[in-house]
């Protein structure tokens, strides 16, 4: 028989076994952590692979910290892994964030040092590649609102307006399956209610919850800044907003350490919570107070990461001093085990890889820009050939002189023409590798480009911009989400590059039927949408210098070199003459006109009495091209035709 100490002993190893079991870990204590590399408040957090990710955010004085940190678990070490831009604007706070995979999407928010200007931007940051992407603009700038991901569809909604005085009860939606319609504004429907902004957003069954929050900001018309207690949950299978248990107390600013864990959603810190933690059962509906932090923080980093609590940085206790200092407390002796390494089932659906060189869908044009086919210049202005460092193949295309001057229409501006192959028609995207340049303060000079087809300017990309002073992929216009062309008619078709600002350098285009396709480095393999395009030969010689950037200048196109203006004069129509081998499909369209001159136009590559004469040169300038490729091809004229 057992005596008493055997049996309280007995008891103590059953209890401690059953704690364990449940998951609830004995009292504990805070324990100091490496600090972060820099002191950070109001960042942006996410979780990925039991590691921790923090975006942006202010260092003291409330000056941005435009970096991206990691905090690794197993090794216990913070480590700067990339850094942000003001000039480009993921440098941000007071953003929404999904993490979709790998992908972390930072929605909207403030560029730059308090105060900042409001976004529209959406900018996309792959956590295994460390490389950025622009993802789908809003339709208009937004910050300190929510972001949420459900059933694969991005959900930005609250915040302050553009200027950053009021809150707004905006709700959009990106479907990431539908990705060409774009964000699509829900409001009149599913309208935030009781509209306002630094709110704590989480998801729970594929119910949003936004908690708490402020009403009112820089300088609302009759309206104070206020913060409340409010809870209010939108339901996704219905598109209902509903009404929830208020928060233990009115608070804002904990976005960056509100998380779920275990169905339960956190709140850590805040204006008014300061030191709580405060726990939500979505089950229940109520709330409770979880721990106490050593120190009183405003929108600190918080994470549970293997059964551990871990709080970082945050403003001490006002936002203007922000601190590094990190701690963490056990609170569970049962934590979920890390997530396998493949990928998760949301990478089944159809998400563009970041930097990819290979598009989907079933068209892809990529093309030098000094492998034009045709080029006009007028008495002001011309595109000369350049060699710029960095660009895909030594050499890149620049108007010239950059006097600063601005060409609204493409009347009596210098062009570059392309004939490209088109196998299908409807909506195609395009892209331009482009340097610009930009004066003291980080404005864009130089950084716009005019787009057509077949000699007329495209609506949808009358004004590609935002090309900073590095080589950069934009696919940017001031009125559309994306540049685009409607393609009427598949087969051969001219692309039309007119200069807008003089000085802007363009190295390469991109053309994809693909609206996800976003290119990295100098893009894909050069290809004028055929299987059997072969670029021309480069043989460097000099050109005349233009006064322009200090550097030397080659032209590396010899077709285009023997072609003067006395050969294009005399030039005739021609027949393609195939050899044993199948006629290619870019030559059967050449044959049978797929390109169409517009006489009745006056302006243009093919407008007024030297329309046909310019057809047919450029028609001559691509046989010759395949002839170069394919030898056992030759050109027949006829003479009789003109």
Known sequence: MLNLKSLLAAHAIIGSLLLGATGIASAQSWVDLPDMREARVEATTVDYRNNIYVFNGFKPGIVIANSVEKYDVATRQWSIIS???????????????????????????????????????????????????????????????????????????????????????????????????????????????????????????????????????????????????????FDTSNNKWSRKADMPNKNSHSEPGTFVYKGDIYTVGGENAKDKVWKYDPRSNSWSTFKTLKDKLVAPVARIIDGHLIVAGGGASIAQLSTNRVRSILVDNNPPSLPPASKPAHALVALPEPGSQTPAGSTLIAMEAEYFDTSSATSTHQWVRTVLSNSSNDDAMITTPDQGDLAESTEKTPMLGYMVYFNHPGKHYVWVRGLGDSNESNVGNSDSIQIGLNGTLASTAFRVDQFPAEWSWSRHTPNNPVASLNIVDSGVNMINFWMREDGLAIDKFIITSDPDFVPAGVGPELTDGTSSYVPPVRQSVAVADTNQRD???????????????????????????????????????????????????SDGLFGGSTSIAALFAILFIRVVRLKVARPNWRVTTHPGLV
């Open 83 to 233: 850094s942000t831009s003001t000039h480009d604007g993921n440098a941000v706070t007071h953003n929404g964030v999904v993490r979709i995979g790998a992908d972390v999407w930072i929605i909207g928010g403030r560029i730059g040092s308090h105060p900042g200007r409001v976004s529209d931007k959406v900018w996309i940051f792959n956590l295994d590649t460390g490389n950025w992407r622009r993802g789908p603009d809003l339709p208009t700038p937004g910050a300190a609102g929510g972001g949420a991901l459900v059933n694969n569809k991005v959900h930005w909604f609250g915040g302050i307006d553009a200027a950053a005085n009021c809150d707004v009860g905006r709700h959009l939606v990106h479907d990431l399956g539908s990705p060409a319609a774009g964000w699509i504004d829900i409001t009149s429907k599913a309208g935030m209610p009781s509209p306002r902004n630094h709110f704590s957003t989480a998801v729970v069954d594929g119910v949003i919850y936004a908690m708490g929050g402020q009403f009112g900001h820089d300088n609302c018309p009759g309206k104070n800044t206020q913060d409340t207690p409010l809870v209010h949950a």
């Open 551 to 601: 550097v030397d200048r080659t032209e590396s196109d010899p077709v285009t070199e023997e072609l003067t203006d006395s050969s294009i004069s005399n030039s005739t129509p021609f027949d393609v003459i195939q050899s044993d081998n199948a006629i290619p499909a870019i030559d059967e369209a050449i044959q049978q006109g797929s390109v169409v001159a517009n006489v009745a136009s």
